[in-house]
C-alpha cells in the first residue's frame, strides 16, 4: 500500500511517501481503507510517535496520522458491531501505525459510523479535537448551564468544538483568538471575544466559572488569577503533560479514544448541533506541504490528507 513514513526519528520534513505492507486486523480490529487522515502537528513530538507501551523504541517504518475516516474492508476476529462496507470515523492506537496511507488498522471501540452528512475529509478532522473538547468540558471541567468560560485557543481544531458545545449547553461563552478570527467564532456562538494579541485577558474578565485552556505556558499561568474561588481549569496543551507543577498536572487532561462518544458526536454533526471546518485538503504525495504550518491570519481547523479524492 502507498503510505507517508518515517525510515528514522525526525519530523515531517523527513516523511518518504512509498509502499508498505498492507496491516492485517487482530481480534478487536477492522481494515480501514482510508479515504482522508488529518494533520495533528504536534503529533511527532508525542511519546508514542517514537515508542511502544512498553517503552521500547517503536520500529521503523513509523506512519503518523492517528484520526481518519475511511471504509471498511476486513473484519477481525470478534469486531462486533460494524460489517464490510461500512463508513466510519474515528481513531486507532497512539503506539501503532496510523492512517497517513492507504490502509490502517484500529480498534472497533475507537470506531464509530461516519456522520453521514460529511464527507471523509471533514470527518477525518473531527475525531481527536471533539473528543478532547468532550471530554474536557463535560468530563473534567463539568461545566454547567450558566457558568461562565473563558476559551484560550477557540479558533483552533479542540476550540472550535468547544465553543459550539458550551453554547449548546448554555453557558456564557468568552473566546480568546488572534482577531482574525473574532467573526468565525462569533459565528460558532462566542458572545464575547478576547484579541490575545492585543488584549490581556486578565485584564478583561474575572470571575470565570471554567477556563479551557489549549495554549498551555504562559497563558495557562495567568488564567489561574480570572478564576471565581472554587472555578477550575482544564488544559491539554502539550506543554501541560507532565508538569511538576501540582496544579497543572490535577487541570491536565489526556484525550482517549472512546467510540460511544463518537456515535453521539456524529448524530449532532448530521443534526447541524456541531460544525467542523478545515484548513484544507492535501493529496497523499503532497504530504510534505499538508504538514507545513500554515501562514498568519485565521486557520479555521485542521489540514487534512485526502488519500483517495472524492
Ligand atoms: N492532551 C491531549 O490529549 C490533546 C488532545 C488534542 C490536542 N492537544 C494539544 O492541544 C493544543 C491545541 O490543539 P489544537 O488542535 O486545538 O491546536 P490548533 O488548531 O493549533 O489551535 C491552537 C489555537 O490557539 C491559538 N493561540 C495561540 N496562542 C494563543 C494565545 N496566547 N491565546 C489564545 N489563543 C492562542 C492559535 O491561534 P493563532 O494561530 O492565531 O495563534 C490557534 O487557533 C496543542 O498543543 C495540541 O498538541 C492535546
Known amino acids: 500500500m502507498k503510505a507517508a513514513y518515517l525510515d528514522r526519528k525526525a519530523g515531517a520534513e523527513a ?20 479515504h482522508a487522515a488529518a494533520i495533528t502537528p504536534s503529533e511527532l513530538e508525542w511519546y508514542p510517535s517514537f515508542h511502544l507501551a512498553s517503552g521500547a523504541a517503536r520500529p521503523f517504518p513509523i506512519v503518523p496520522g492517528h484520526e481518519f475516516s475511511g471504509v471498511i474492508e476486513a473484519l477481525g476476529a470478534d469486531a462486533a458491531g ?3 462496507g461500512d463508513e466510519v470515523y474515528g481513531l486507532n492506537d497512539w503506539f501503532a501505525n496510523g492512517a497517513h496511507a492507504e490502509y490502517v488498522v484500529a ?24 473528543l478532547t473538547a468532550w471530554q474536557a468540558l ?7 448551564h450558566g457558568e461562565r468560560i473563558l476559551i484560550h485557543g477557540a479558533a483552533g481544531g479542540v476550540g472550535q468544538f468547544a465553543v459550539q458545545m458550551a453554547k449548546g449547553l448554555g453557558a456564557h461563552v468568552i473566546a480568546s483568538v488572534s482577531g482574525a478570527c473574532r467573526e468565525f467564532v462569533q459565528s460558532l456562538g ?3 471575544v478576547i484579541d490575545y494579541h492585543t488584549t490581556r485577558f486578565e485584564e478583561a474578565v474575572s470571575d470565570i466559572d471554567v477556563v479551557f485552556d489549549a495554549v498551555g ?24 503533560a507532565g508538569s511538576a507543577e501540582p496544579r497543572v498536572h490535577d487541570a491536565f487532561l489526556l484525550v482517549r479514544a472512546d467510540g ?15 460544525r467542523v471546518r478545515i484548513a484544507g ?30
Open 138 to 144: 463535560f468530563e473534567k471541567a463539568r461545566l454547567l
Open 82 to 84: 460494524f460489517q464490510l
Open 281 to 310: 485538503a492535501i493529496p497523499l504525495d503532497q504530504v510534505h506541504q499538508a504538514w507545513r504550518p500554515t501562514p498568519s491570519g485565521c486557520r479555521l481547523g485542521k489540514t487534512v490528507l485526502q488519500i483517495i479524492q472524492p
Open 190 to 192: 462566542a458572545d464575547e
Open 107 to 130: 480498534p472497533v471501540a475507537m470506531l464509530a459510523h461516519k456522520p453521514a452528512e460529511l464527507d471523509h475529509a471533514h470527518a477525518a478532522a473531527v475525531p481527536i479535537s471533539v
Open 15 to 34: 516523511l518518504i511517501v512509498g509502499d508498505l505492507a498492507k496491516p492485517s486486523p487482530k481480534v478487536g480490529e477492522v481494515l480501514v481503507r482510508v
Open 260 to 274: 460511544t462518544q463518537l456515535a453521539e458526536i456524529a448524530r449532532r454533526l448530521d443534526a447541524g448541533e456541531l
Open 217 to 240: 505556558g504562559e497563558t495557562l499561568e495567568r488564567s489561574w488569577r480570572v478564576l471565581r474561588q472554587g472555578g477550575r481549569i482544564v488544559t491539554f496543551a502539550a506543554s501541560s
